[in-house]
């Protein structure tokens, strides 16, 4: 049983930065694909970012340019650096890893 503990969210005006983080319990050694999805009140989880063992990254188009999504396998850990961040990224994020979900983590940005 994996389990997934993100950290990072919070409040933060408009143009702010947040980096968020999601620390695996157990080796991310060998695991081919990660991901971060964001779910706001009354609408479906949505892909943000994946990224793959290879470091292949994809976005969403409302976060590229803007997003960044990293991994450090030595570290059992996945990150996503939010910059310019815009009213309409304020969601509840959460990190995917195979088949396990993290307990995701508030992003509000707001002035």
């Known amino acids: 049983q994996v389990q997934l503990v993100e950290s990072g969210g919070g409040l933060v005006q408009p143009g702010g930065s947040l980096r968020l983080s999601c620390a695996a319990s157990g080796s991310m050694n060998g695991i081919y694909l990660m991901e971060w999805y964001r779910q706001t009140p009354g609408k479906q989880r949505a892909l943000v970012a994946q990224i793959t063992s290879g470091g292949i990254t994809i976005y969403a188009d409302s976060v590229k340019g803007r997003f960044t999504i990293s991994r450090d396998d030595a570290k059992n850990t996945l990150y996503l650096q939010m910059n310019s961040l815009k009213p309409e990224d304020t969601a509840v994020y959460y990190c995917?890893?195979?088949?396990?979900w993290g307990q995701g983590t508030q992003v509000t940005v707001s002035s």
């Open positions: 995917h890893i195979e088949k396990y």
